[in-house]
Nanobody, 117 residues
Framework: QVQLVESGGGLVQPGGSLRLSCAGSGIIFRIYDMGWYRQAPGNERELVAVISTTYTTDYADSVKGRFTISRDNAKSTVYLQMNSLKPEDTAVYYC???????????WGRGTQVIVSS
């Protein structure tokens, strides 16, 4: 059974930092492109950051320079370091695993991030 379990969300003040983690199981983690998405109330889910199997990264313009995605294949875990957080970063953050060749895609259940004073 495939599981992606996010952790690390919470309440933080503007300008603060959080580190999200997503632990995968039931998949060969290293062959999946991993991503973080977020969805704020009333909004569609949007891509935040992705890291490929070759460690190539890409970010939404709104988070460039503030967020960093990384992965540890030995731990089957992907991370999202979020710095200089803004109220508009408030959302549920979801972990995503995608393998285009296998046509497989999996989602975690999400972790809530609230940026507020």
């Amino acid at each position: 059974q495939v599981q992606l379990v996010e952790s690390g969300g919470g309440l933080v003040q503007p300008g603060g930092s959080l580190r999200l983690s997503c632990a995968g199981s039931g998949i060969i983690f290293r062959i999946y492109d991993m991503g973080w998405y977020r969805q704020a109330p009333g909004n569609e889910r949007e891509l935040v950051a992705v890291i490929s199997t070759t460690y190539t990264t890409d970010y939404a313009d709104s988070v460039k320079g503030r967020f960093t995605i990384s992965r540890d294949n030995a731990k089957s875990t992907v991370y999202l370091q979020m710095n200089s957080l803004k109220p508009e970063d408030t959302a549920v953050y979801y972990c995503n695993a995608k393998n285009y060749r296998l046509s497989n895609e999996y989602w975690g259940r999400g972790t809530q991030v609230i940026v507020s004073s």
